[in-house]
């Protein structure tokens, strides 16, 4: 009957949709990340919208062990099928048989890899939000299971497309220096420390320096607070400071510096999302996720050894295919 009810809402949606929309199905109710995605996209007269693509159909996902995901599921769900249309699928592969493409969006990053399979398998472009997995083991497997399948996938943090972060990324300073981001660190027992908020702060370090870091040592501020530290090619170095108040940052290039790191809402990713879609490109290349991911993981192994200088290589190593969740 659930089947049924999916297939029915599947074409109500398709209808009354742009004939030219994309089928948006996403995955994992417990953030408030689908219905803020949801009204960016369903709602043309919303003025951040995103033409494009609609979301027609979900999977509930949902983790009983943390609190902020089960609490939050069924308020979401209703939500996102009262408000928008969206009619909840009974699994990911049902889902998958009535869209054109998946948005990830469990807040827990662990069942990430078991909720990408069918995707993958299913041949969908796969957005999925972050973090990309539970560790830097799954995310490696999850790319390897996509490119072997020949099926684009990327993960990114909204902070990554910041007016000035990108106006950086896009060399408005020139090759950058140096650059220090912050954002809130909330920690999650179940997640290495930085995977559950610090994700942004890191995410936007990287978005401004790039891929290559070379290793991370881990320390804490005056006041108590989280702060990670990375060495760069060419003495190039990049700060990360735990800010439990707000997003923001700077960065320092040869032709100047600028501000960076800030939240400039979610309609810029969406929009990447949706060109993702349409031309199945990843905006982000695997290299610089698997890189935020070593990065968050080296920190925790540079705090379990006292604040000694951990390389990234030596963590994507231990991490590497054959220890991955299967």
Not at 2 to 12: A, N, Q, R, Y
Not at 256 to 279: C, H, I, N, R, W
Not at 311 to 320: F, G
Request: a neutral charge.
């Amino acid at each position: 009957m659930k089947s049924v009810l999916c297939l029915l809402g599947f074409l109500w949606a398709g209808a009354a949709a742009g004939a030219a929309d994309l089928r948006v199905g996403m995955i994992g109710l417990d953030t408030s990340h689908v219905t803020a995605f949801a009204k960016v996209l369903n709602d043309p007269a919303d003025k951040a919208h995103v033409p494009g693509a609609r979301v027609v159909a979900a999977f509930k996902g949902g983790s009983p062990d943390i609190e902020s995901s089960r609490s939050r599921v069924e308020g979401y769900t209703r939500e996102l099928t009262e408000k928008w249309g969206v009619k909840i699928c009974d699994s990911i592969e049902e889902l998958c048989r009535q869209v054109d493409a998946v948005m990830l969006e469990s807040v827990d990053g662990r069942p990430h890899l078991a909720q990408a399979r069918p995707v993958i398998k299913a041949g969908k472009p796969l957005f999925i939000d972050k973090p990309m997995a539970g560790s830097l083991a799954d995310a490696l497997e999850i790319f390897r299971l996509a490119q072997e399948a020949g099926v684009p996938v990327f993960s990114a943090s909204s902070l990554r497309y910041a007016k000035n972060t990108q106006a950086v990324r896009g060399g408005a300073i020139g090759r950058v220096t140096r650059a220090e981001t912050g954002s809130p660190a909330h920690l999650e027992p179940h997640h290495p420390d930085l995977f559950w908020y610090g994700i942004h702060g890191v995410e936007s370090l990287f978005t401004v320096m790039g891929p290559g870091c070379e290793s991370v040592r881990r320390s804490m501020t005056t006041n108590g607070l989280i702060e990670v530290s990375g060495v760069w090619p060419g003495g190039r170095s990049g700060v990360f400071r735990e800010s439990p108040k707000s997003y923001g940052g700077q960065a320092w290039g040869e032709k100047g510096q600028s501000p960076v790191g800030a939240y400039d809402g979610y309609a810029p990713l969406v929009a990447e999302v949706v060109k993702f879609f349409q031309t199945r490109v990843a905006p982000v290349a695997a290299r610089e996720t698997i890189e935020i991911l070593a990065f968050m993981e080296a920190a925790d192994e540079s705090k379990r050894l006292g604040g000694a200088t951990v390389r990234i290589e030596d963590i994507i190593k231990k991490a590497s295919p054959g220890t991955a969740g299967r």
